[in-house]
């Protein structure tokens, strides 16, 4: 209940820990310090158990903003008040594209966990890579600009707009990507209006809600040296 | 009901069908069991692609397997969910 409030400071020390590094990450993923990953090594968590931690942050940035774009609805009765979401909760600024930028030395950082390494690397190829049903150059596109949301500097690749569709790809995924919690059915009606069919759809939203999840995660990991 | 069209338990058939089934079949707490009997709505969510469905939820899996107690995963989970302004 004291997530669900906000109200991280009545929670114990490890779980306050927690809270606040998938604050962090989820809403301001340029700010995660490696103090904030050492805050959780001193609460007794080992190395494995921040990655995995970092990874359930990450994914739930993806199923969010699924859930948040095709509008599912809530599969459990609960005897708790209805969330109610903030739709005027205003976004954290993005700081700008730093001038020189340097990639980590030895690539792009990935899980050391070997079944989430595997796992992640497998649904990253066939969210990215896959030239059905939408193409490998909207995919980019799309994952470009959630990319640049992550503020993920070494995953967003530079990319412009070629047409009125590239403009509605982009305006969708920084919307999806900056604030999920205004997507609407409209959303979704403005793809189909320009001939995408359910499944490329489906495919444009797991595009863009991957590539935040995959930039936290790179964000987080990269935090944890 | 969802904005994009999904596929029940009812209605499926080859290989969604199959990836339901294995989804099922997951050691997962039953509090997990959506009450109404079908799919979770998250899970229908890909119904239209069941590789995508699949390899999604194989991320899952093997969070599930990392060695993080469940309620560390659930905390991080709800407050990922709280912080984005969403019931899921």
Known sequence: ?225 | MAWLTTISRAQATGALADAYVAMDNRPMPPVYQAPHGDVPGIIQAHSLDPELLRRTFSVSGALATSGLPWVDRELLASTTSRTNQCFY
């Open chain 1, 1 to 225: 209940m004291a997530v669900l409030q906000g109200d991280d400071e009545s929670l114990a020390p490890r779980a306050r820990t927690l809270a606040r590094l998938a604050v962090t990450l989820t809403a301001r993923p340029w700010a995660l310090t490696a103090e904030a990953v050492g805050d959780a090594r001193r609460q007794g968590l080992d190395e494995e158990q921040i990655e995995a931690a970092i990874g359930v942050i990450s994914l739930f940035n993806y199923f969010t903003r699924v859930a948040d774009a095709t509008g599912i609805e809530f599969d459990y009765p609960t005897a708790l008040p209805a969330f109610e979401p903030d739709l005027g909760q205003v976004t954290a600024p993005r700081p700008d594209r730093p001038v020189w930028f340097s990639r980590p030395a030895g690539g792009r950082r990935r899980p050391r966990l070997e079944g989430l390494r595997a796992a992640w690397e497998s649904w990253r190829v066939y969210v990215l890579e896959a030239d059905q049903p939408i193409s490998q150059r909207e995919r980019r596109l799309l994952a470009a600009v959630a990319a640049e949301e992550a503020t993920d500097w070494e995953g967003a690749e530079a990319f412009e707009s070629g047409s009125d569709t590239d403009d509605q790809l982009i305006g969708f995924a920084r919307k999806l990507s900056r604030q999920p919690w205004r997507m609407g059915e409209g959303d979704l009606e403005r793809l189909r209006s320009l001939g995408y069919s359910e499944e490329a759809v489906l495919h444009v939203i797991s595009v863009v809600a991957h590539q935040n999840a995959d930039s936290r995660l790179a964000l987080g990991l990269g935090a944890m040296t």
